[in-house]
């Protein structure tokens, strides 16, 4: 089998299993992230991933309960991470209609 027919096949495969698993994916999001506040962090944490700290002040999250979160998100298959240890999530909730559209957390008042 040439390595066309092979990522075709592959891809096939991956349309087939995310139609699926859709309805399931989204229940496990909307209980692990059960409001806004977890739902602009964990969308925070793409490929272009800010700092963990970044994401802590703009969704005013405490450190360990940040933390805390993205561990959950990790063993729950949720999120994953890299080898230089930053965390990734793996859903966009704008698939899911988790989010109207890309979190714009505010930034902490001045004084």
């Given at each position: 089998m040439s390595d066309d027919r092979i990522l075709a096949v592959l891809t096939d495969i991956r349309n087939w299993t995310r139609a699926a698993?859709?309805?399931?994916?989204?229940?496990?999001?909307?209980?692990?992230?059960?409001?806004?506040?977890?739902?602009?962090?964990?969308?925070?944490?793409?490929?272009?991933?800010?700092?963990?700290?970044?994401?802590?002040?703009?969704?005013?999250?405490?450190?360990?309960?940040?933390?805390?979160?993205?561990?959950?998100?990790?063993?729950?298959?949720?999120?994953?991470?890299k080898d230089d240890k930053r965390r990734v999530r793996l859903f966009d909730l704008t698939d899911f209609g988790l989010l109207d559209a890309e979190p714009h957390p505010q930034s902490p008042a001045k004084r």
């Open positions: 698993s859709y309805s399931s994916v989204k229940k496990l999001l909307e209980e692990a992230l059960p409001d806004n506040k977890s739902r602009a962090a964990y969308q925070m944490m793409g490929d272009a991933t800010p700092s963990m700290e970044q994401v802590r002040i703009a969704c005013r999250i405490g450190r360990s309960t940040l933390f805390s979160l993205a561990d959950r998100w990790t063993a729950m298959g949720l999120m994953e991470v």
